[in-house]
């Protein structure tokens, strides 16, 4: 028997994220590891816990509504996988800290989502955002 290949675990361990945030952000912790740092730079955010984490995923999904989802690009290698994706969604409350737009706008969100992995695991995510308003 032979070693899963790396780059698909890490392909594998990125769609559970992406997938499963939304749905509960505490099923989603078991795929980072337990040093795990997450940032995003252009709204001054850095989480270094999973509790951090799970707190800053259910402040955000709470305040959003009417979200949906466009993936565009997602490639590995053994130390990294990349996912772009659009994500529209109306802002109902305060939850998106350093956001530039707010309550009521509907917005549409550019991710760039960079991700470390060891052993399979993330072990940091670096987001990148490009934010517009729509509709």
């Not at 509504?65 to 994500?87: G, K, N, Q, S």
């Amino acid at each position: 028997m032979h070693a899963p290949d790396p780059i698909a675990r890490n392909l594998a361990t990125v769609d559970a994220h992406i997938q499963g945030e939304a749905q509960d952000p505490a099923a989603i912790l078991g795929l980072y590891t337990d040093d795990v740092v997450l940032e995003v730079p252009a709204r001054g955010l850095r989480f270094d816990s999973h509790a951090e984490i799970e707190a800053n995923y259910r402040r955000m999904l709470a305040s959003m509504a009417e979200v949906e989802i466009t993936p565009l690009d997602r490639f590995a290698t053994e130390e990294r996988v990349v996912d772009e994706c659009l994500v529209r969604f109306r802002i109902t409350g305060d939850g998106l800290a350093g956001a530039p737009y707010g309550r009521g706008d509907r917005v549409e969100l550019r991710l760039l989502h960079v991700f470390a992995m060891r052993d399979g695991l993330i072990a940091r995510e670096t987001v990148y955002e490009g934010w517009r308003r729509i509709g």
